[in-house]
C-alpha cells in the first residue's frame, strides 16, 4: 500500500503533528538522538499544530507520578511546546472519516492532521503508524517515526525550501 509522499528535504515551516510521546521525547527525555528534530521545531523549520484536547493530554501526561516532574516543571515543557504550536480547532464537518485508532487516545491526534493540512504525523506508535498505509490516511498525510522526519531534514549546506500555500 501507498504512503504519503514526503521531499526531501523538506521544505521550511512543514506542517507537523507531534503525538504526546513525541513531544516527550523532545521536550522531557530530552532525546539525544533526536536533538536535530527538536532543532528544527525551536528554529521554526517545522511547524507544529495542535488543538486543546492534545495539550490537555500532554499536561496531564507530564503528571504522572512515575516521570518525576515537578509542578514547575511540568508547567515549563507545555509552555515550552504551546509557544512553538499554532492551535487549530477541529473542523465541523470533518473532511473524511478516519478509520479508528484502537487506543482511543490517538485518534485525536489523526482527526489533528486531517484537520490542520499537516503534512505528517510523528509516532512510535505502531498502531498508529501502521494506519499510515491506509488510503485515506495515506492520500492526505504521512505518519512516520521522528526518526525517519528527521533523516529528511534539511543538511547544514541545504537551502531551506519555502512551502508554498495553496
Known amino acids: 500500500m501507498a504512503t504519503y509522499p514526503l521531499a526531501a528535504p523538506l521544505p521550511h515551516g512543514l506542517p507537523v503533528v507531534l503525538d ?11 532525546d539525544p538522538g533526536l536533538i536535530p528534530l527538536r532543532a528544527a521545531v525551536e528554529s521554526g523549520a ?12 500532554l499536561a496531564r501526561v507530564l503528571a504522572y507520578p512515575q516521570f518525576k516532574q515537578t509542578p514547575e516543571r511540568q508547567a515549563e515543557i507545555a509552555a515550552a511546546y504551546r509557544a512553538r504550536c499554532i492551535l487549530v ?12 485508532c484502537l487506543d482511543r487516545d490517538d485518534q485525536k491526534f489523526l482527526e489533528l492532521a486531517r484537520d490542520s493540512g499537516a503534512q505528517a504525523l510523528l509516532s512510535r506508535d505502531k498502531l498508529v503508524l501502521k494506519l ?10 504521512a505518519i512516520l517515526p521522528p526518526e525517519k522526519l528527521q533523516s529528511l531534514l534539511p543538511g547544514p549546506g541545504d537551502a531551506p ?5 495553496a
Open 20 to 30: 504526546t510521546n513525541v513531544v516527550l521525547s523532545l521536550w522531557m527525555f530530552e
Open 161 to 165: 525550501q519555502e512551502i508554498n500555500a
Open 132 to 141: 499510515g498505509r491506509r488510503p485515506v490516511i495515506a492520500a492526505r498525510f
Open 46 to 57: 517545522l511547524c507544529p499544530v495542535s488543538r486543546a484536547d492534545c495539550l490537555d493530554e
Open 89 to 100: 480547532e477541529p473542523a465541523d464537518p470533518p473532511a473524511c472519516e478516519l478509520p479508528n
